[in-house]
Nanobody
């Protein structure tokens, strides 16, 4: 499975960004977004099953971020609204190969490169 993340950039606090993750290769059971800020560990942001019947969000993302998938292609999105400076990080998409669903990095088998999100105050 190959994952290509994009959509990061510089935005002012309160603004919005939409991240994209293009997936190709084998079928997967779940997709997720994680982020890693400088000097911090990678943390979970959001996840969904490929069918879209189950979603999960980190507390920091609830009410502001939405994970979704375009059924016409293999793109997973992360819509981020009301961004805060503490959302500044490199954002990574990840895919889980076999059945199941998880919210830790150990639950995912394939990773894309990061896309940088910078939120200015």
């Amino acid at each position: 499975v190959q994952l290509q993340a994009s959509g990061g950039g510089l935005v002012q606090a309160g603004g919005s960004l939409r991240l994209f993750c293009d997936a190709s290769g084998r079928t997967v059971s779940a997709m997720s977004w994680f982020r890693q800020a400088p000097g911090k560990e990678r943390e979970f942001v959001a996840a969904m099953t490929w069918r879209g019947d189950r979603k999960s969000y980190a507390d920091s993302a609830k009410g502001r971020f939405t994970i979704s998938r375009d059924n016409r292609n293999n793109t997973v999105y992360l819509q981020m609204n009301r961004l805060k400076p503490e959302d500044t990080a490199a954002y990574y998409c990840a895919a889980r190969r076999f059945s199941g669903f998880g919210t830790t990095s150990y639950d995912y088998d394939f990773w894309g490169q990061g896309t940088l999100v910078t939120v200015s105050s």
